[in-house]
């Protein structure tokens, strides 16, 4: 069976540092792994998504991660971190098995300070 | 383009009453999906439907029960509401094979407060 760990469930920075969003996931298969972002009293929408291509995924609004196969991690990282960032981030793990097999993380709360 | 709608946006409901929660969407999707998000837990999955006609069990579905008459309507129907039903559910729907793409579309929540 497949998890995701996301190993903070809060992240405070300033803005203009960088954000590190971390995930460790479990598969027994190959996975596919992706990040969605849910603001404050809204629906969550996909950031990015990693299916078996380039390891370095670029997604929307800046943010990026890399899937490192050894590590079992796909962390999301920002350059430069904007107020309107803050927000629930979830990684999320996708078995191709099973047609409903997306796993969510518990989140993890961005916390932005001017 | 409105996506999927939810309704209500909010309820408090006491225990034992039956409630129903509407989601519509018009992106023409063939899967959709039902989740209720708690805090500390993640979203998890009650029920889904893979085409109109269709509906399938998730991971918490018992209390709960779906229908899928048409494409474009999934309603949720909590038969006797209980407390720990107590929760923010969202509905989402993805084209068809959405579990390997991973792209759902997810509407604004509907929050429920069972007593």
């Known amino acids: 069976a497949q998890s995701v760990t996301q190993l903070d469930s809060h992240v405070s920075v300033s803005e203009g540092t960088p954000v590190l969003l971390r995930c460790n996931y479990s598969s027994s298969y190959s996975p596919s792994l992706f990040w969605y972002v849910q603001h404050p009293n809204k629906g969550l929408q996909l950031l990015l998504k990693y299916t078996s291509a380039a390891t370095l995924v670029k997604g929307i609004n800046g943010f990026e991660a890399e899937f490192k196969k050894s590590e079992t991690s796909f962390h999301l990282t920002k350059p430069s971190a904007h107020m309107s960032d803050a927000a629930e981030y979830f990684c999320?793990?996708?078995?191709?098995?099973?047609?409903?097999?997306?796993?969510f993380g518990t989140g993890t709360r961005l916390l932005v300070s001017p | 383009i409105a996506g999927i709608t939810q309704a209500p946006t909010s309820q408090i409901l006491a225990a034992g009453r039956r409630m129903t929660l509407r989601c519509t969407q018009d992106m023409r999707h063939n899967a959709m999906y039902w989740y209720r998000q708690d805090l500390g837990l993640g979203l998890r999955l009650i029920h889904y439907s893979n085409t109109a006609g269709t509906t399938g069990k998730g991971e918490v579905p018992d209390g709960y029960s779906v229908s899928r008459a048409n494409t474009d309507d999934f309603p949720l129907t909590l038969a006797s509401a209980v407390p720990s039903q107590t929760s923010v559910y969202f509905c989402?729907?993805?084209?068809?094979?959405?579990?390997?793409?991973?792209?759902?579309?997810f509407g604004e929540g509907s929050r429920l407060t069972v007593l």
């Open positions: 989402a729907s993805s084209e068809t094979g959405g579990v390997n793409t991973g792209e759902l579309f």
């Open positions: 999320v793990v996708s078995d191709p098995l099973g047609f409903q097999k997306l796993v």
